[in-house]
């Protein structure tokens, strides 16, 4: 199983990036999608999710902001972010489980400038 994310760059705040994840080695319809990220200092948290169904869920943080989405057809996985805030800039994981393990993309990095 490979995830490769892209996508991220440096803006300014209120601007936005769309994060792409290329999934391979699973049958991506079949599977929940996680973007998570990581700042600084913090831990990994949990930024959106997308059942095989399209059901999404989201932080608090990035609600009506940040919108996911699924290519089941491209194996790929979205994340767009909009009207970003310096306090978004992290290193962002698109995330699945197989067989009860976690696999991660590399990480594709965010930053936002006040």
């Known amino acids: 199983v490979q995830l490769q994310a892209s996508g991220g760059g440096s803006v300014q705040a209120g601007g936005s990036l769309r994060l792409s994840c290329a999934v391979t080695g699973i049958m991506f319809r079949s599977y929940t999608m996680g973007w998570y990220r990581q700042a600084p200092g913090k831990q990994r948290e949990l930024v959106s999710s997308i059942s095989p169904g399209g059901s999404t869920d989201y932080a608090d943080a990035v609600k009506e902001r940040f919108t996911i989405s699924r290519d089941n057809f491209g194996d790929t996985v979205y994340l767009q972010m909009n009207s970003l805030k310096p306090e978004d800039a992290a290193v962002y994981y698109c995330?699945?489980?197989?067989?009860?393990?976690?696999?991660w993309g590399r990480g594709t990095l965010v930053t936002v400038s006040s």
């Open positions: 995330n699945t489980q197989h067989r009860g393990r976690d696999y």
